[in-house]
C-alpha cells in the first residue's frame, strides 16, 4: 500500500521513471530476474533519451535477459541511464516476495555496487524484514548510499492518524454508494476502529473489505465490529476476524520458513511461538531461551526465520513482540491456523506456567542477591548490579538440553 502510494504520487508529478510490484500469487511478478527487463520496458516507454540507448542494446544481445543480475543491470539500466542523463525514481514494491530460494537479497548487493554509476536515480524498495533482505541491506557497499525505514519505528500517533484518514476516506465513499445512510461513519466510529487497528493497516483493509463484502443492514455490521470487538471475535457472532486477509500471510510465512518439516523444528516451533503469543508481558529472546531451556543462538535462528512477523530488537534482552496483535489471534485460533505444527493449543499455557514453576524452584533461593542481614537497600552500594547477575539474564542454566524441558513438562500429581 505504502508503495502503490508513492508510485501513484510520483506519477502524476512527473517523477515516476519505472515500478516492479513483486506478488508470489502471480507468476511473472516473482521471478527476480524479471525486474531489471520490466524496469527497462517502462523506462524505455517514458523517455525517448533512454530508448535511443537501450534498443541498440538488446538487438546486439538479445540474450541478455537470461543474464546474471549484475549483467543485467548494467545494461538493462546503468548504460542506458548513464547516457541519457536522465533524473528518476524507480519503485520496487514486496521484493520479498520473489521467488527464487532466498536470492531475493542478491538484488541488493548489485545495487550497492552499482547504483552509484547513475546518481540522478533513485530507487525506492519496500520489504518485510525477511533474514536476507536484512543482511542485503548490511551490505558495506549499500549502507552507506541507503536510508532505512522501518514503519514500527514510526511514532503511533502518526500511524493511527494515518489509519483514521483512511477509514474515513473509504466509509465515506463507501456511504456515498448506498442510499439511505447519513452521518456515517461517526467520530465515534472512527475511533473504535482505530483502536481495533492498534496501528496496523492490514486491520483498517479487512474492516472495510469486511463491510464492503456484506453491506446488507451497516449499523448491524458497525455494532458488531465495535460494540464488543473481543467478545464478538472470540465467539464468532460478528463473522469479521482482525486477520481475515492476512491469513495466506502468516501461513505462508510459517510454513516457508519450517519447509523441512524435522523433528528438530517441530520441537522447537510451538513452544517459541507460545512465549511470543501467549506472555502478558513480552519475552526477550534471552528470556524465552532461558525459560524455555533452547540454546539462545538456536532461539535467534528461530526467531530470524519468520522476522518479518515479529518486531525483533538487535538486543537480545529487549522484548520480542508480534508486528500486531492480528498474529496471536490467528495461531490461536484452530479455525483459521489449520496446520497443527503452529497451532498454539490452551494447554500451551500450562506448559509455559510450569517451564516458569521448573525455573524458579530450580532458581529461587533465600537471600537471592547475598546481602547481609539487617542491611537497608540504601546502604548496598551496587544492588542494581546484584539484582542483575541474579536474574534471570545471568541463570545459570543448561543451554545444551534444546528440548527436553518441553516436552518433558507434565503436571506433577
Known sequence: ????????????????????FCSKDLKDHCDLKLIFPTLAFQL?????????QFVPIIQSNPDI??????????????EPLRSADISTVIVIDALDECRDEGLESTILPVLGQLVSEIPGVKFFITSRPEMHITAGLCDPLLQSLTDVFVLHDVESHTVNNYIRCFFKRELSELTQRHSGIEGWPTDEHLDSFCRG???????????VNFIERKFQDPLDLLH??????????????????????????????????????????????RPILSAVALAT????????ATLLR??????????KSIQSLLILPEDPDHPVQPFHKSFPDFITDPTCCTDLRFFISPDCHIRLALCCLELMDKL???NICSIPGNTLNSEVGDLSRKIEECGIRGALVDRGTSTSSWRNARPRM
Not at 500500500?1 to 516492479?20: H, I, K, N, Q
Not at 487497528?197 to 486491520?203: E, K, R, S
Not at 460478528?238 to 517441530?266: C, H, I, W
Not at 533452547?294 to 526467531?303: A, C, E, M, N, Y
Open 1 to 20: 500500500m505504502v508503495a502503490r502510494t508513492v508510485a501513484e504520487r510520483l506519477f502524476a508529478d512527473g517523477s515516476l521513471g519505472a515500478s516492479f
Open 44 to 52: 524505455a516507454l517514458q523517455y525517448p533519451g533512454f530508448r535511443r
Open 65 to 78: 535477459v537470461h543474464a546474471s543480475l549484475r549483467a543485467q543491470m548494467e545494461k538493462f539500466l546503468v
Open 197 to 207: 487497528a492498534a496501528g496496523f493497516f492490514g486491520y483498517a483493509v479487512a474492516v
Open 224 to 269: 458488531m465490529i465495535t460494540e464488543s470487538p473481543e467478545r464478538a471475535i472470540r465467539e464468532g457472532e460478528s463473522g469479521f476476524k482482525a486477520y481475515t486477509g492476512l491469513e495466506p500471510l502468516y501461513m505462508s510465512v510459517l510454513q516457508a520458513s519450517f519447509r523441512r518439516n524435522g523433528a528438530e523444528d517441530d520441537d522447537m516451533v
Open 281 to 288: 508481558t513480552p519475552l526477550s529472546l534471552s528470556a524465552i
Open 294 to 303: 533452547f540454546p539462545r543462538d538456536q532461539v535467534l535462528v528461530f526467531l
Open 364 to 366: 529461587l533461593k533465600k
